[in-house]
């Protein structure tokens, strides 16, 4: 059984920045495994925003966060973290992590369905 707590969200100006915590904890080995951040908004489907493979070496980010968002693995492997800059009213909504549990794997994906384990999001609202 794994668990994914996101933290970090709320409320902050356009132009703005945030860095989201998300916490991967349970049984098994979870320090390496392949992470992806989403957004949702209430009507939309979730958006697959960035992913970080299980090796460290690749990551992957949506056309809409580009050069915005970078990904990253805290030191102690078991964190993982989205640091958002320019931060535009469009990106609020819903930030969830989630896992496939794959250990090292150097590959990863923004595609929701690729991944069974899920935090319970944290709200990230940009407005002035």
């Known amino acids: 059984q794994v668990q994914l707590v996101e933290s970090g969200g709320g409320l902050v100006q356009p132009g703005g920045s945030l860095r989201l915590s998300c916490v991967i904890s349970g049984d098994g080995l979870f320090d390496y495994n392949a992470i992806g951040w989403f957004r949702q908004v209430p009507g939309q489907e979730r958006e697959g925003l960035s992913c970080?493979?299980?090796?460290?070496?690749?990551?992957y980010y949506a056309d809409s966060v580009k050069g915005r968002f970078a990904i990253s693995r805290g030191n102690g492997n078991s964190t993982v973290y989205l640091l958002m800059t320019s931060l535009k009213p469009e990106d609020t909504g819903v930030y969830y992590c989630a896992t496939d549990r794959s250990v090292g794997s150097p590959y990863c994906s923004i595609v929701s369905k690729s991944y069974p384990f899920w935090g319970q999001g944290t709200q990230v609202t940009v407005s002035s």
């Open positions: 970080l493979s299980g090796d460290d070496r690749n990551t």
